[in-house]
């Protein structure tokens, strides 16, 4: 830019650390309580910096489970929120791609109807049907069970609306050299299409994995048994607020626990999860 | 925009909308009649008998001074979430827009928290701040001010509004930032040549360009902190004390799970779902415009 280097320049610098600290601190915090001991919380005296409880800490919590209610060791819970978050990424990306197939390449009466259908759930969050979706779960005989931890979640009117808006930017000539070669529709869907979505699959799958990993309130209502839990609610019940009994370090190794596998994938696919984001909300 | 080549197809295309079709009438659309159904009925207590009864369950709610209470603190929530992550994100973007070195690693180093599942955040909170061991709450005390966010709800609105500000400021940030890099330079080195110094190139050039991700913006964070902040709320608060952190989508649901008010809470349903509709149009509009562009 046109203006001379000055002392300013550190400025930009100065702001961003900032921002990174008051981002990064109570994660920071939440860290090193998850390797002392509940004496050195509950005093109030923890330091800042590494305890001597790490592994203990995580062993017991992944493990063993923490010991002052009948908590179920973290690991169970790690396993269902990551069987949830995959199911509900994978069944999305499915079954919206093959609805924006048929949507785009097909022409047949109800089409237009359809789309409507899928779009306008866009405005129908689990949040404001909560009860009757809970109930039909129910009669379904699909409550604590993993299919009715994700079923209900899985429709998606932006990944719809994504995978669309994608194949209208594919060359039609593609289409005409499958139908000369006589591939069928599905030959073309799979060995055309699909390739050629990938991008946009991963980095759906990205941004789908961290809302199935982090839904809270279809899980809380939805599971009853300890062992059907997901870890975000298991957290919440490690918290007992008007408490003294809460094992603070216990729950914060869970947090630390509940927050990798997102972080992870967010920081890895970091290239990816941007261009899905920007992509599906626009 | 329509396909010119297409394929034939009488009973695959169904097929092939079937599932996600399926999915949607049974998980959206019949739960959501059932609710708009359900907020015309009045049960009594033990489930045996319903009743019909119109607008009643509507007129209670709007006669219910909780209602408004729980609006208000609806508002202030929505308001000082939004302000500050979009204040503190546009900040913070406009300074990682700048030619500096590494700035990619600050990029980085900025959007994770977008993975956090907000119960998380606000436990993370939480516990900084829970008054007799957290190690903000002591710094606060040690000053000589009585924080206590379980006992007084001003506090506990204070917190929740940290966590939730917190959480959303890498979501505001990544759009704020392709919302700047779309500005072409020129314009802003023009600027610069004519003499206009950095805050005037940002306030005349920068702010009013970037109005539409703004707005966008605004809207997004406002359904957010509608809807995506129940685990927040519930996490660390629990709506208390004294109803003070009470939004409207936790009231909802306490009426109905705690209160057993089923009617009440599917009137309050529809009144969201009414929200909801009004802002996701709002961003579709928005949308169509910067299409055309």
């Given amino acids: ?282 | 925009m329509e396909k010119r080549v297409i394929f034939d197809g009488k009973l695959l295309p169904y097929a092939l909308l079937l599932p996600q079709l399926l999915v949607t009438l049974i998980f959206f659309y019949w739960p959501a009649a059932q609710t708009v159904w359900q907020s015309f009925l009045i049960q009594d207590a033990f489930g045996l008998s319903t009743e019909f009864v119109w607008l009643e369950n509507y007129t209670t709610l709007f006669a219910n001074p909780d209602y408004y209470r729980s609006m208000l603190t609806t508002l202030v929530f929505s308001g000082l979430v939004a302000g500050f992550s979009l204040a503190i994100a546009l900040m913070l973007a406009v300074q990682a827009d700048k030619q500096i070195k590494g700035a990619s690693a600050y990029k980085t180093f900025l959007i994770w928290p977008y993975a956090v599942a907000p119960a998380v955040a606000g436990v993370l909170w939480l516990f900084m701040f829970q008054p007799s061991l957290g190690l903000v709450a002591q710094a606060i005390r040690s000053l000589g001010f009585e924080w206590n966010p379980l006992l007084n709800s001003n506090h506990a609105m204070t917190l929740v509004v940290m966590a939730a500000t917190w959480k959303q400021i890498s979501y505001n940030f990544l759009f704020f930032l392709a919302g700047l890099q779309s500005i072409p330079k020129s314009v802003i080195e023009a600027a610069a040549i004519d003499g206009a110094r950095p805050a005037r190139r940002f306030w005349t050039i920068i702010f009013p360009l970037l109005s539409p991700t703004t707005f966008f913006l605004l809207v997004v964070n406002i359904v957010y902190v509608f809807f995506d902040t129940f685990g927040i709320i519930d996490a660390t608060t629990g709506g208390g004390p004294a109803k003070g952190t009470e939004t409207l989508v936790y009231k909802l649901f306490s009426d109905g799970r705690l209160g057993g008010d089923l009617g009440g809470s599917a009137a309050q349903s529809v009144i969201l779902m009414i929200l909801v509709i009004g802002l996701t149009a709002i961003q579709f509009r928005y949308v169509e415009r910067k299409v055309q562009y």
């Avoid at chain 1, 400025?11 to 961003?16: D, K, N, R, S």
């Avoid at chain 1, 005989?141 to 930017?169: C, E, H, K, N, V």
């Fill in chain 1, 1 to 282: 830019m046109v203006e001379r280097k000055s002392i300013f320049d550190f400025l930009p610098h100065l702001v961003l650390l900032i921002g990174i600290l008051i981002v990064a601190f109570p994660v920071y915090v939440a860290f090193i309580a998850s390797t002392w001991d509940a004496a050195t919380i509950a005093n109030g005296t923890m330091p800042l910096r590494p305890g001597p409880h790490f592994l203990e800490n995580y062993y017991r919590t992944i493990f063993v489970g923490t010991s002052s209610s009948t908590r179920q060791p973290v690991g169970g819970m790690m396993l269902n929120s990551l069987i949830m978050a995959l199911s509900i990424a994978i069944g999305k990306i499915a079954i919206s791609l093959i609805s924006a197939f048929a949507i785009v390449y097909f022409r047949f009466p109800f089409r237009m109807p359809a789309f409507w259908l899928i779009f306008m759930t866009l405005m129908l969050p689990v949040e404001v049907r909560i009860y009757p979706t809970y109930k039909i779960v129910a009669d379904l005989g699909l409550l604590d069970s993993y299919p009715g931890l994700t079923i209900p979640l899985i429709a998606s009117a932006t990944a719809t609306l994504l995978f669309r808006q994608f194949f209208m930017t594919v060359p039609d000539e593609l289409v005409e050299a499958s139908k000369i070669d006589g591939a069928s529709p599905m030959q073309f869907f799979k060995d055309t299409l699909l390739p050629l979505s990938l991008t946009s699959v991963a980095a759906l799958f990205v941004i789908q994995f961290i809302y199935g990993w982090n839904q809270y309130l279809w899980p809380l209502l939805i599971t009853t048994r300890d062992d059907m839990q997901t870890i975000v609610i298991g957290i919440k019940k490690m918290i007992v607020t008007q408490d003294a009994l809460t094992e603070w370090q216990l729950a914060m190794t869970t947090v630390i626990l509940a927050m990798l596998p997102p972080v992870l994938v967010v920081i890895v696919m970091q290239r990816l999860f941007v261009k899905g984001l920007v992509e599906t909300e626009k």
